[in-house]
């Protein structure tokens, strides 16, 4: 039986990240390997045949300071245990390999200029949790055993390369995964029982149906997305908003006042949101900044158009057949017009099927198979 060490700052399957990192847990334990996690917070897992837990318990009660105090303790219990190769998912100072599922921070603030204020980005370079990452993100690329750094995009590579000089030898691009097998009968049910979604979801199967999911709405760029709603003129255009944030209640005031209310709904965060892709046909995401959307990638595999920025690595896997591809995130101009232009698509089980087929490379099993490889080589 293999050995490998797996850090994950926190346990919970919310997020894409928390969906990668399960996945890959599932796949090393059918590998055979015996996985040490190490976390902060384990409620959610237990240890078992396979995994050993161990829990670093913090004591600060700032975030930045426990960032800080994690990382401290990390390296002391790995340089006090005899542990093997070690994986990181979060950022942290020592590993052997890391994957940056969120990509890279500096970039990340500096893409927030583009929806911030002076003040704002000012407040940002002194926020001590910014600078604390910051710090910890420098070290780890520079740490002297790190041997491979996984990316989920060319985009996050040429920052790596641009931000820090990171040798492009070093550094691995593996796109995010999606469950395409094993969703297939999903997929197909919403055409031939295409009634069940829409009553699930309550939709309208005559609006054209537009779907956006997110829990930071603005950096996912629902602002800009609302604005060029109110521009389109057709009737029967709506927009269904999966996820929450802290701030919902300026973006239905906005709603209000754009007089869009017939046009837009809130459905909060779900567990499962298979339902809405199989009754939308557009998929909307004008974020600032994603290394690689999960859900455009989900909503692809449900046949749907999808419109994304340049500024999430997703769109490596868009052209003009699947989707559109927004130059600016915050255009409300642009927007409106690729929705214009998405509204020609028909999704149909054809159509649907060939928008599909365009990521049947991406199935998990091929994705988390080449994360594997990496780790052998």
Do not use: W
């Not at 996985?35 to 913090?58: F, G, P, R």
């Not at 750094?149 to 040429?158: A, G, L, R």
């Not at 999903?186 to 199967?205: A, I, R």
């Not at 509204?343 to 060939?354: G, S, V």
């Amino acid at each position: 039986m293999k050995n490998i060490t797996l850090i994950k700052y926190h346990l919970n399957k919310k997020g894409g990240l928390e969906k990668y990192f399960f996945s890959f847990l599932d796949y090393l334990i059918k590998n055979n390997y015996f996985i040490t996690i190490i976390t902060s917070d384990a409620s959610i897992l237990e240890s078992s045949k396979n995994i050993k837990i161990v829990t670093l318990k913090l004591k600060k009660t700032l975030k930045f300071l426990k960032l800080k105090e994690f990382d401290l303790l990390l390296n002391d219990y790995l340089k006090n245990n005899k542990i093997g190769k070690v994986f990181s998912f979060d950022r942290v100072s020592f590993h052997n390999y890391t994957r940056l599922g969120n990509g890279v921070h500096l970039s990340f603030l500096n893409k927030r200029k583009l929806t911030e204020s002076f003040f704002k980005t000012f407040l940002n370079k002194i926020n001590p949790l910014h600078k604390t990452i910051l710090d910890i993100e420098r070290k780890s690329l520079k740490f002297v055993h790190l041997k491979k750094i996984i990316v989920n995009s060319n985009m996050v590579k040429n920052e790596l390369i641009n931000y820090y000089q990171v040798d492009s030898k070093k550094i691995q691009v593996i796109h995010n995964g999606v469950e395409i097998k094993n969703n297939e009968e999903d997929f197909l049910s919403s055409f031939k029982n295409p009634n069940n979604c829409y009553e699930k979801t309550s939709l309208n199967p005559n609006n054209y149906n537009l779907l956006f999911i997110a829990n930071d709405f603005k950096r996912k760029g629902l602002l800009p997305l609302l604005k060029a709603i109110y521009l389109l003129k057709e009737k029967n255009i709506f927009l269904s908003i999966v996820g929450s944030d802290k701030k919902i209640d300026k973006y239905k005031k906005l709603i209000k006042k754009l007089n869009i209310e017939n046009k837009v709904k809130f459905f909060g965060s779900l567990n499962n949101v298979n339902d809405f892709y199989k009754c939308c046909t557009i998929f909307i995401l004008p974020t600032i900044y994603d290394p690689f959307s999960n859900v455009a990638i989900e909503a692809l595999s449900y046949g749907l158009f999808t419109i994304t920025t340049e500024h999430n690595g997703a769109c490596e896997v868009i052209d003009k057949k699947n989707g559109y591809i927004l130059k600016n995130a915050v255009d409300i101009y642009e927007i409106k017009k690729s929705i214009s232009l998405a509204m020609q698509y028909k999704k149909n089980l054809e159509n649907a099927t060939k928008i599909r087929n365009s990521i049947l490379h991406l199935d998990f099993s091929n994705q988390l198979n080449k994360l594997l490889n990496v780790i052998n080589e």
